[in-house]
């Protein structure tokens, strides 16, 4: 009875392949079931139900309610697809999905190569106290998205921030970050990285402690350069925790809306809006909650079709080899 | 110390044999210098904007205004925290830890049972499946998918502005997790022993307590703490769901203390720092519990 075991987090990933890249042994769960079998089954459906209901409150409701939305009007009126239609034609959500999906673009694979490298470091012999270094790198992790977003307003400042102090150092103009779109975005992209490429850290650092060490030994005796033993062995066996990383930060990055709310509230213009703020403004601030539902379906397409992608291609063994 | 202590353990647990040993001890000092002065650049990079905005928060005005700004407070003021306790930051702080403190408690208390259903009983075969399934897979959904629909439906209980709103909605928006993580902590945890107590003739709530509760007390603790910095932290449902002083949590009240063009860093700096202290006061002295538990939080799907 390993049910649990073979249940994975994430969507369209099938048990075969979470237990091919499993390494640790079920646990011992058949004696323990048949022992005490009987009459478990109301008890424990009773000590579930109260997160059950929680999930339902928070997750099913507000899904199903969506669908509601999207199709009624503001006013409550059915209007089938129009909502969906409309947002088809609405240049302002073009803009902020099409800045949703840059960001992740540029975002990612930056949070990803530093993550990683962080963690080959701090995972390396020469690292020391290890447990520090983890504890100082994840730090933007426990920082609020305001207060990161807040914290590199002022370092974006043009007279009071840091960033331009190395700039005007070397003799070139101070550059006003966060009031032309391009370097806004450059800016909001640096923000980004520093506040999720601690979680691609931390889930690499946790993937390459699950490498088990004799393999580097055998390949060192079989004369394997560090570089090959990396490629061979490292990546293969961190490839689930690198799916993982690449999929949450993927979701982190492109939901962002505490570091645009602190920095640039989505101007100059509309050159910053991404689709958290489009769904916040047309929701809240113009009254659109109808509208804006559509707006996060779109959303959770992306994350699910993101997320099926990167399950696909990352995590999944390709068995046509 | 820690050097010789560190190269000890390295040497311990990786047992290189003697040739590689040999063959590495040439370039073993020029690599790991440069892997520490890798590391230093990153702790620079990750506590910079952090110690940034704490020494803007003490700067005095003409330090503000100075060109190019100074790393170190010529002159440092404590006028800006005057005001920042003036503009009542207190009752903000106030707010956001019983929110906080509440909803991590409340979290905890349905979710441990949950867990053990799931990892301890049998149930029916497709009902944990189905569930633990679900939950893992909503740790993926933004908050703000749940934001708009919540937000219609607390305005038509007419519970909009109140923190016990808020303690429920962050109660059940960490469920998910909550019980996702604990999940694996207690399938770490060896069942012999509770089942040697059972045996002795104890109950299972007398196993529970007196044997498992212990023994997953570390994680408990740690997934405790990470609920509470995420509630400490929470943005997008505060901004939907507050509307006065009298809920203000403190990442809303940081939000409306950015000035937009004036020079008066100083007070919203402050406001961060209040922000950012307890969780870093969290990060080093629980630091081992944390980690643990962040890795596992992230990583028990595995």
Known sequence: MTVQQTVSPLPGQGASSANSVTTQPPPPQGMWSELFSFRDNRLGVILIVPSLLALILVQFYPIVYNFWLILTSEKGEWIGLANLSRLTRDTIFH??????????????PMCLLVG??????????????????????????????????????????PTL????????????????WL?????????????????????????????????????????????????????????PYIRPMFAIATILVFVWSTRTIGTIAATTQGGPGRATWNLSWYIYGMSFQRLKPHYASAAVLVMLLMTYIAGTIFVRYLWVERRSR | MAQTEARETAATETVPLPVEMAVQEGRFNLRKLLVVIVLYLAAFWTLVPMYWVAISSIKSLRDL?????????????????????????????????????????????????????????????????????????VALLPPIASAIPLFLLGSDLGIIDEKYTLIILYTVLNTAFAVWVLRGTFMDVPMDVEEAALMDGDTRFGAVRRILLPLIFPSLFSIAILLFIFNWNEYIIALYFVNSMKTM????????QIPQHELD????????????FPVLVA????????????????????
């Open chain 1, 116 to 157: 990683l490298g962080l963690a080959l470091l701090v995972h390396s012999d020469y690292a020391g106290r290890k447990a520090i270094w983890i504890s100082i790198l994840i730090i933007p992790l426990m920082v609020s998205e305001i207060v990161a977003g807040m914290m590199w307003k002022i370092m974006y400042h």
């Open chain 2, 283 to 302: 990060a080093f002295t629980l630091q081992r519990f944390l980690v643990r538990g962040l890795t596992f939080g992230v990583a028990s799907g595995q």
């Open chain 1, 95 to 108: 803009g902020a999905l099409i800045f949703s999906l840059k960001m992740g673009i540029v975002v990612v």
């Open chain 2, 65 to 137: 205004a100075h060109i190019p700004p100074r790393f170190f407070p010529t002159d440092p003021r404590l006028d800006a925290w005057v005001t920042i306790f003036e503009r009542r930051i207190l009752e903000n702080v106030y707010n956001s830890l019983v929110v906080a403190t509440l909803a991590t408690i409340i979290c905890l208390i349905i979710s441990v049972p949950a867990a053990y259903a799931a990892t301890r009983m049998r149930l029916p075969f497709k009902f944990v499946a189905i569930v633990v399934g679900l939950m893992g897979l």
């Open chain 1, 179 to 235: 009031v032309k779109a391009d370097t806004a975005f450059i800016a909001l992209c640096v923000v980004e990285v520093w506040r999720i490429s601690p979680l691609a850290f931390l889930l690499l650092y946790a993937g390459l402690n699950q490498v088990p060490r004799d393999i580097y030994e055998a390949a060192a005796v079989d004369g394997a350069t560090r570089w090959r033993a990396f490629w061979d062995m490292t990546l």
């Open chain 1, 161 to 176: 921030g840091l960033v331009n102090v190395p700039l005007t150092a070397l003799g070139l103009e101070p550059i006003i």
């Open chain 2, 249 to 256: 949590t403190l990442p809303i009240a940081i939000q409306a």
């Open chain 2, 265 to 276: 860093w100083g007070v919203v700096s402050a406001a961060g720092t209040i922000a950012v």
